[in-house]
């Protein structure tokens, strides 16, 4: 799928995108640099998108690593299929909701989200935060990208310490929550 294709894809579902355009690889660059990857072997990621942040995070996992990317929309999917053929890249077209489902009682050393929280029904957040906090091995993180500080209050009633930084290098300008 072309880029253009991909941002119209992105604008004809901004209630679940929730985003204006793709991640920047600074914005990229400044989420995975909020992780030790080198020693993880199961990581996930919450909205694939375009396959940037994917990228990232296959840029610098170990090779016998496995990654997990939910993504709802099934364009994105397709797309990210034939961008990441790789055996251990699994893109679900599914509910981050449903992790629990994929994990088969493992547990995750990181999880990276995109996900648009401030879109989200209270329901739903509630069913992914809840399940990425049990899903987190100890000393894992859930790293999230969002366009508002205010959102830190959400993390920190599922998350005992969240530590937040901003870079300016995206559009919009983004914060990267760290929720351990």
Known sequence: MSKSNLLIELYSNLSTTGALTFSSKALVNKMISQADLSESKLIVEMGGGDGS????????MRPDAELLVFEINPSFCEAMKKQFPQKNIRIINDSAGNLD?????RKVDFIFSSLPFSFLSKEVTDEILSQSK????????FIQICYSYLLKKLFQKYFGKVQASFTIKNLPPAFVMVCQ
Request: overall charge positive; glycine content about 20%.
């Open 101 to 105: 489902k994929y994990l088969d009682g």
């Open 134 to 141: 049990n899903a987190l091995a100890n000393g894992g993180a």
């Open 53 to 60: 942040i994917t990228q990232g995070i296959f840029n610098r």
